[in-house]
């Protein structure tokens, strides 16, 4: 759900943005998505020809019968995959919170599952369930740990949303297919894997309000405290998420969270190469987290179970900032300098934290700043120089360093 619109809907309800099932992911801010499932096997090709787009909807993109998709599974053995470094490169990041697609669109299970064999323990030569493996490690290691689950699409069920080319859709019985697959797996989901912190759905299509009700309560039923994304569709959900991607314009007084890529797409892709700089990933985070934001970043790991080496080099970098400069970050609401180009705001308590993504000539940094202002500082000083500040007619007059001190985003601290 678009997060202005989600903001509109829940100013009729006075109560939402209290709701203390959300502080600890108010006060995160930046997660893990990892999009990982049959399809990193084609990674984007197909019968020897490259099918555009992104590479998780091969199987609707190129039309793939079921009958020719689904034997992948027995070539799905990732040998390589290693819960605790994953969980590890999540903590390395600074990210707090880690979620994962246990079933996708092509409908197969990355998980073990009691309502078909068509799951990565039952129908693969690996035999393992790697969401256990990453609940229990993301215990171990501190992170909240969540499941994406496509509730609507689904390329391999008869009665699921989406294929018509195997299946007739007038033929179809999607309300038995959310009452006696999706709910009975949701169910498993949630009581098979310890506290669940969040259920990412996605693509609600044409899901019923009924059927988003319904499966809203089923997950508040059976685990209280675990949060339910905006994506189930119908204006219902926890927290709002923004379009794939997307950053809106100004800060929004809601809960919502970006759901975005390192590269184009989601799931591998061997041809993708198009990866964001570590400086725009940053600039994103920041900017999200000054409107009031979450920013969950996605890796898509190979079929061999191993994240790509340009996604783990720009995790470690962002986490290696967030280690200095994490308290403009985590536990932060939007700031009061809003609309400028070249910087951001957060703040927390009674500090106001600028990120200025370009340095000024001469380290002169001119604000527009209502607030009253005592002291300045820079936050990677760990002896928190003061900086000359002046105040005049709404105006903040802070001089810094000539030069930059960090040419990623130097954080200046302004306590009132």
């Known amino acids: 759900m678009d997060p202005q619109a989600f903001a509109q809907d829940r100013a009729q309800r ?23 499932g049959l399809y990193a096997i084609p990674a984007g090709y197909w019968q020897g020809q490259a099918v555009p787009g992104i590479g998780e909807w091969i199987m609707h993109r190129a039309r793939i019968p079921v009958a020719e998709y ?9 040998v390589r995959f290693d819960a605790r470094e994953w969980v590890a490169l999540a903590k390395a990041a600074g990210q707090k919170y880690f979620v994962i697609t246990a079933k996708h669109h092509d409908g197969f299970c990355m998980y073990k599952t009691g309502l078909t064999r068509y799951n990565i323990v039952d129908a693969t030569p690996f035999g393992r369930d790697p969401m256990a493996e990453l609940a229990a490690e993301c215990a ?7 499941f994406y689950y496509s509730q609507t699409q689904d390329w391999h069920h008869p009665d699921g949303d ?53 499966l809203l309560e089923l997950c508040h039923s059976v685990q209280p405290e675990t949060l339910v994304c905006g994506r189930l569709g119908n204006a219902l959900g926890d927290y709002a998420s923004a379009r794939d991607n997307a950053i809106p314009s100004a800060l929004v007084d809601a809960d919502w969270e970006t759901p975005a890529t390192i590269n184009d797409t989601w799931g591998y892709k061997t041809d993708d190469h198009n990866w964001k700089s570590t400086e725009d990933l940053l600039h994103k985070l920041v900017d999200i987290a000054s409107k009031g934001g ?17 996604s783990v080099e720009r995790l470690r970098e962002l986490g290696a900032w967030l280690a200095v400069n994490g308290e ?16 951001r705001s957060t703040r927390a308590g009674d500090r106001t934290y600028v990120h ?11 604000l527009p700043f209502a ?40 954080v200046v601290v302004v306590k009132s």
Do not use: M
Not at 170 to 198: H, S
Not at 356 to 366: C, E, K, L, N, S
């Open 294 to 310: 979450n920013y969950l970043l996605n890796v898509g790991p190979t079929a061999e179970g191993v994240i790509p080496q340009p």
């Open 70 to 78: 689904e034997p992948l599974a027995t070539q799905f053995n990732p």
């Open 162 to 214: 989406g294929n018509d080319w195997d299946y007739d859709e007038r033929k179809k019985d999607f309300a038995g297919y959310i009452e006696d697959y999706v709910k009975p797996q949701v169910r498993e989901l949630l009581t098979n894997y310890g506290p669940i912190a969040l259920i990412w759905f996605d693509t609600p299509k044409g899901i019923t309000e009924a059927q988003s009700r319904g």
């Open 328 to 343: 403009s970050v985590y536990g932060t609401r939007a700031g009061p300098v809003q609309g400028l180009t070249w910087a």
């Open 371 to 410: 607030g009253r202002a005592s002291a300045a500082y820079l936050l990677a000083d760990p002896g928190r120089t003061p900086l000359k500040i002046q105040s005049y007619r709404g105006e903040l007059a802070i001089h810094g360093p000539a030069h930059a001190p960090d040419v990623l985003d130097t």
């Open 14 to 36: 006075a109560d939402a943005r209290d709701d203390p099932r959300l502080d600890w992911w108010r006060a995160a801010r930046f997660g893990l998505f990892i999009h990982w």
């Open 140 to 146: 171990r290691q501190g992170l909240r740990f969540g």
């Open 356 to 366: 200025v993504f370009d340095w000024p000539a001469g380290g002169h940094i001119q």
